[in-house]
C-alpha cells in the first residue's frame, strides 16, 4: 500500500518548474536568515512538488529549512499539520518551530477496539482536513503508522519526510526511511554540511565523526563532550550516581530528575538500565516516612520517581489541565512516554503520574507496563533529547554495541555529553557498523512501481 500511495504521489507531483527564489528571498530577508544553496533548493522542491524527504545530521540546518517550509506553505494559504511518532518528540518538534506539533496516534486519533488491534478514526473514509503535512522523526515511523498516515490523507496532500536514516530504525516492522532513500526515485535531500555554530560543538563534530567510522578524541574535555574511564562495574556505577547526585546539579545546576538522562545499550548487567535505575533510585529519590510507595515484582514505585511507559496503550485515559478552569481529555499513554509519579495511594494500589502535563491514574495491573526511567536504554531514548547525557559504555553482548546506536545516543544529548566506561569498548562500536538487517520489500516495490515513469524525482546530496 505504502508503495503504490507513495508511486501515485510521485506521478501527480511532479515537478511543476516554478521557481520560488523570489519567495525564498523574501523569507530570508524577514527573519534574517540566509539560506544555503542545498536548503533553497530543498525549499524549492516542497513548494513546487508533493512529496520530499529531508534528511540529515545534527547541525546541518534541518530545523531552519524545515521552518521556512511551514512558513510557505502558510503563506500559500494551505492548511499545515505538523507531527512525530512519539510525545516528546512532538514537543520537541514544537519547541524548534513554534508550531503545534502532535504525535502520529493523536493527529489521526486512536479508535477504540477490541485486543490489541491498532485502529484511527481518520482514514480513507474520514480524511484529516490537512493540505501539507510534515513528519518529523521518520526513522522511528514503523510500516503500519506510516500506511495509516497515507491512509488519512488525500493524494493531493503534500508529504513532507523529515529525519536522519542513520538512526535506529523503528521498533515495529520496517524501515520506511532507509527504504524510501535508497530506492532513488523519491526527492530526497540530504543536508551534509555542518553550520559554522554547530561546529562549536564536540557532541556535534563527534556525531558525524561516528557516522562516518572515524574515532574521537576521548582526552578533550573542553567543551560539551567528556569522556571518564571507569573500569570495575562498581566504580562506573558510582561515577554515573555521583554525577547525577552532587557533581552536575553543583557545577552547572542541573536536574537530576529533569535535565539529566542516563543512557545505556543494554538493560541488563550491572551497567544496564535495571541495576542502574535502583542505584539511582535508592539515591535521588530514597524511601522516607510519610513517603507512599507501592512494590511490583520489580520495581517499588514511589512519588518523585521518573518513569516510562513501557507498551502502546491507547485506553489509559489522561487529562490535561489547560488553564484553572480549561483542561482536555484524551486517551492513550505510548512506548517511552517518560512522567513523574506526583501521587500513591497505598490503599488503592494506584499511582498517579504526570507525562510532562498529561495526567493519568495506573492501577496495579497497569503498573507491569511502566519501569523506572532514571536509566534507559539508547532505543527508547528515540526521539527525544536531554540537556546531559551519561551514556554508559561497558561490557555486554558484541552485537548490542554497534555504530549508529552510539550515533543515536550521542544525538540525544543538547549540552553535554558524558561518556563513562571503556575507551576500548567505544572504538568497538564505532568500528562495527554491522547493522541489524531487515527485510523489507518496500525499497523494491517503489522501484518496480515507477520503472519507465519519466515524471521525475530529485535527489540532491551536498
Keep these: 500500500y505504502i508503495a503504490r500511495r507513495l508511486a501515485i504521489m510521485r506521478q501527480i507531483s511532479y515537478d511543476n518548474k516554478i521557481d520560488f527564489s523570489e519567495v525564498i528571498d523574501l523569507e530570508e530577508e524577514n527573519n534574517g536568515i540566509h539560506y544555503e544553496k542545498i536548503q533553497r533548493d530543498a525549499i524549492n522542491l516542497a513548494l513546487s512538488k508533493g512529496f520530499l524527504v529531508l534528511t540529515g545530521g545534527p547541525g546541518t540546518g534541518k530545523t531552519t529549512t524545515l521552518n521556512a517550509i511551514i512558513s510557505l506553505y502558510q503563506q500559500q494559504g494551505l492548511n499545515v499539520m505538523i507531527c512525530a511518532p512519539t510525545g516528546r518528540a512532538a514537543k520537541r518538534l514544537s519547541d524548534l518551530t513554534g508550531f503545534d506539533a502532535k504525535t502520529i496516534h493523536r493527529l489521526l486519533e486512536v479508535k477504540h477496539t477490541s485486543g490489541d488491534t491498532l485502529a484511527f478514526i481518520h482514514d480513507e473514509n474520514n480524511l484529516l482536513d490537512c493540505d501539507a503535512l510534515i513528519i518529523d522523526e521518520m526513522s522511528m515511523v514503523d510500516s503500519c503508522l506510516f500506511e495509516a498516515v497515507l491512509r488519512a490523507i488525500s493524494v493531493t496532500c503534500k508529504l513532507v519526510l523529515v529525519g536522519d536514516s542513520d538512526q535506529l530504525p523503528s521498533v515495529g516492522a520496517g524501515n520506511v526511511l532507509k527504504d524510501i532513500i535508497d530506492s ?56 554515573v550516581v555521583e554525577l547525577c547526585k552532587t557533581r552536575l546539579p553543583k557545577a552547572y545546576d542541573y536536574s537530576p530528575i529533569d535535565d539529566i538522562q542516563v543512557l545505556s545499550p543494554t538493560r541488563k548487567g550491572p551497567a544496564g538500565t535495571v541495576e542502574l535505575n535502583k542505584r539511582l533510585q535508592q539515591e535521588l529519590n530514597p524511601p522516607a516516612a510519610g513517603k507512599s510507595e507501592v512494590k511490583t515484582p520489580v520495581y517499588t514505585f514511589r512519588k518523585g520517581d521518573k518513569v516510562m511507559q513501557t507498551k502502546n496503550d491507547y485506553e489509559i485515559l489522561w487529562k490535561k489541565y489547560i488553564t484553572e478552569d480549561k483542561t482536555e481529555s484524551g486517551a492513550g499513554i505510548f512506548n517511552g512516554d517518560i512522567g513523574i509519579i506526583i501521587a500513591v495511594n497505598k490503599i488503592l494500589k494506584t499511582v498517579t503520574i504526570d507525562f510532562e502535563g498529561r495526567i493519568a491514574v495506573y492501577d496495579k495491573q497497569m503498573l507491569d507496563n511502566l519501569e523506572l526511567a532514571y536509566a534507559i536504554t539508547v532505543h527508547k531514548s528515540q526521539g527525544s533529547e536531554f540537556d546531559v547525557v551519561i551514556l ?31 575507551k576500548k569498548r567505544v572504538d568497538f562500536m564505532i568500528d562495527n557498523n554491522k547493522r541489524t538487517l531487515r527485510y523489507t520489500a518496500l525499497k523494491n516495490m517503489l522501484m518496480e512501481l515507477v520503472e519507465g515513469d519519466d515524471s521525475g524525482q530529485q535527489t540532491l546530496d551536498i
Design 184 to 239: 532513488g526515485v523519491m526527492s530526497v535531500v540530504t543536508l551534509k554540511e555542518i553550520f559554522r555554530q554547530a561546529q562549536e560543538s564536540d557532541i556535534v563534530m563527534n556525531a558525524h565523526k561516528r557516522v562516518n567510522g572515524e574515532h574521537i578524541d576521548l582526552a578533550s574535555k573542553d567543551k560539551d563532550f567528556f569522556f571518564m574511564q571507569r573500569l570495575e562495574y562498581g566504580e562506573l556505577q558510582d561515577l
Design 392 to 422: 554508559t559504555v561497558f561490557g555486554g553482548f558484541d552485537k548490542l554495541y554497534y555504530r549508529n546506536l552510539l550515533y543515536t545516543a550521542v544525538t540525544r544529548a543538547k549540552r553535554m555529553l558524558i561518556i563513562v566506561g571503556s
